[in-house]
């Protein structure tokens, strides 16, 4: 037994040993080498429907332009703003005016010509001018862009970073990532929205569609420019003030915001005004005839025009109420899932 014992221990040792040699004779496993470290990019603004990505210029490193081409009386202008303050004028000349400072070099680019003046009708504010050409987009950017257009210019403007402020052209479609819109004297029809900003809207008339995903929206002295034209505000985060608007359609959509109406319904008319979370206020003639569809959750629903209530229906969810106003002519919906329902009339 010992005799085995030992050759066991012998054999083990035995082993070891040449475990013990061949790490020696093994070399160590080389180690990889590590990529070198690389700065971390900005991450970029969100992307501009419709045009692609490029960086503004700098602020103070730009150029400063100034441009003019005669055109004819009811021209489209389509421009892309990166970046800067944008203001549009309508004015009497035929005649379209550009002013970029501290920019990219700006300039125009004829899409179509009237077949029988040969003037432009159709025109693009570009970057990518016959002076300098440049590859990327055509979006320009500036500390302030300026332009001053025809009353009957039809403009369409997407923007990355812009105030944009419009005044006196026939109809406009707007759209920023960030920033406000103030739009005036537009007679022909508005669709406007900013994803960070307020929009406003005063003095204008046709179809008119305003969102905000985080801003106010205001309306003041607002009207069809034909039947049927449906006027639409929605807000995510914000406050919806509407005053004078005389569409016979209106929706207006907060989820987290109070909706206060002062104006008139009128007869026929179909009124819609929600939100998820906050107060809608109404100011309206006692003299009105409309039907008031309330619902709403946690609040209360109170009024000191002469209602006559119809139905009023209580639940776990909350309450629904039918009054009318008059001879109830006008469909007036109010909903809000928690806040309180106010009409008081006009003094």
Same mark, same amino acid.
């Given at each position: 037994?010992?005799?085995?014992?030992?050759?066991?221990?012998?054999?083990?040792?035995?082993?070891?040993?040449?475990?013990?040699?061949?790490?020696?004779? +093994?070399?160590?496993?080389?180690?990889?080498?590590?990529?070198?470290?690389?700065?971390?990019?900005?991450?970029?603004?969100?992307? *501009?429907?419709?045009?692609? &990505?490029?960086?503004?210029?700098?602020?103070?490193?730009?150029?400063?332009?100034?441009?003019?081409?005669?055109?004819?009386?009811?021209?489209?202008?389509?421009?892309?703003?990166?970046?800067?303050?944008?203001?549009?004028?309508?004015?009497?000349?035929?005649?379209?005016?550009?002013?970029?400072? @501290?920019?990219?070099?700006?300039? /125009?680019?004829?899409? &179509?010509? @009237?077949?029988?003046?040969?003037?432009?009708?159709?025109?693009?504010? +570009?970057?990518?001018?016959?002076?300098?050409?440049?590859?990327?987009?055509?979006?320009?950017?500036?500390? +302030?862009?300026?332009?001053?257009?025809?009353?009957?210019?039809?403009?369409?403007?997407?923007?990355?970073?812009?105030?944009?402020?419009?005044?006196?052209?026939?109809?406009?479609?707007?759209?920023?990532?960030?920033?406000?819109?103030?739009?005036?004297?537009?007679?022909?029809?508005?669709?406007?929205?900013?994803?960070?900003?307020?929009?406003?809207?005063?003095?204008?008339?046709?179809?008119?569609?305003?969102?905000?995903?985080?801003?106010?929206?205001?309306? %003041? &002295?607002?009207?069809?420019?034909?039947?049927?034209?449906?006027?639409?505000?929605?807000?995510?985060?914000?406050? *919806?003030?509407?005053?004078?608007?005389?569409?016979?359609?209106?929706?207006?959509?907060?989820?987290?915001?109070?909706?206060?109406?002062?104006?008139?319904?009128?007869?026929?008319?179909?009124?819609? /005004?929600? +939100?998820?979370?906050?107060?809608?206020?109404?100011?309206?003639?006692?003299?009105?005839?409309?039907? /008031?569809?309330?619902?709403?959750?946690?609040?209360?629903?109170? %009024? @000191?025009?002469?209602?006559?209530?119809?139905?009023?229906?209580?639940?776990?969810?909350?309450?629904?109420?039918?009054?009318?106003?008059?001879?109830?002519?006008?469909?007036?919906?109010?909903?809000?899932?928690?806040?309180? *329902?106010?009409?008081?009339?006009?003094?």
């Amino acid at each position: 037994m010992n005799n085995r014992i030992a050759k066991i221990v012998q054999l083990t040792l035995s082993l070891c040993l040449a475990a013990g040699i061949a790490a020696a004779q +093994t070399p160590p496993p080389v180690k990889e080498a590590k990529p070198p470290k690389t700065k971390s990019m900005p991450k970029p603004m969100p992307r *501009i429907l419709g045009a692609p &990505e490029a960086p503004p210029v700098p602020a103070g490193e730009g150029e400063t332009t100034e441009k003019s081409i005669t055109v004819g009386p009811e021209v489209s202008i389509k421009m892309c703003v990166l970046q800067g303050r944008l203001k549009v004028n309508g004015w009497d000349r035929n005649e379209i005016r550009l002013f970029v400072k @501290d920019g990219t070099k700006a300039g /125009f680019k004829v899409l &179509e010509k @009237d077949g029988d003046s040969g003037k432009p009708v159709w025109v693009l504010v +570009t970057s990518r001018t016959t002076e300098r050409p440049v590859a990327g987009p055509d979006c320009i950017s500036g500390e +302030t862009i300026e332009m001053d257009v025809p009353v009957k210019t039809s403009l369409t403007v997407t923007g990355r970073s812009t105030q944009t402020t419009v005044d006196s052209v026939r109809k406009i479609w707007v759209k920023n990532v960030e920033g406000n819109i103030g739009l005036r004297n537009i007679p022909e029809g508005i669709t406007a929205e900013t994803y960070q900003g307020d929009v406003s809207v005063e003095n204008s008339r046709g179809a008119i569609s305003l969102q905000s995903t985080t801003g106010n929206i205001i309306a %003041y &002295e607002v009207n069809p420019g034909q039947i049927g034209d449906l006027f639409r505000a929605k807000t995510n985060s914000g406050t *919806i003030s509407l005053q004078r608007v005389d569409h016979r359609q209106i929706e207006a959509n907060s989820i987290t915001g109070s909706v206060l109406f002062n104006g008139k319904f009128l007869s026929g008319g179909l009124y819609t /005004f929600k +939100t998820s979370n906050g107060a809608i206020r109404m100011l309206i003639p006692d003299s009105s005839s409309c039907t /008031f569809k309330a619902a709403y959750g946690f609040g209360v629903f109170n %009024y @000191d025009v002469p209602l006559k209530i119809i139905s009023e229906i209580v639940s776990s969810g909350g309450k629904n109420v039918v009054a009318t106003l008059g001879g109830g002519e006008a469909t007036v919906n109010l909903t809000t899932a928690s806040g309180s *329902i106010g009409i008081r009339k006009q003094q």
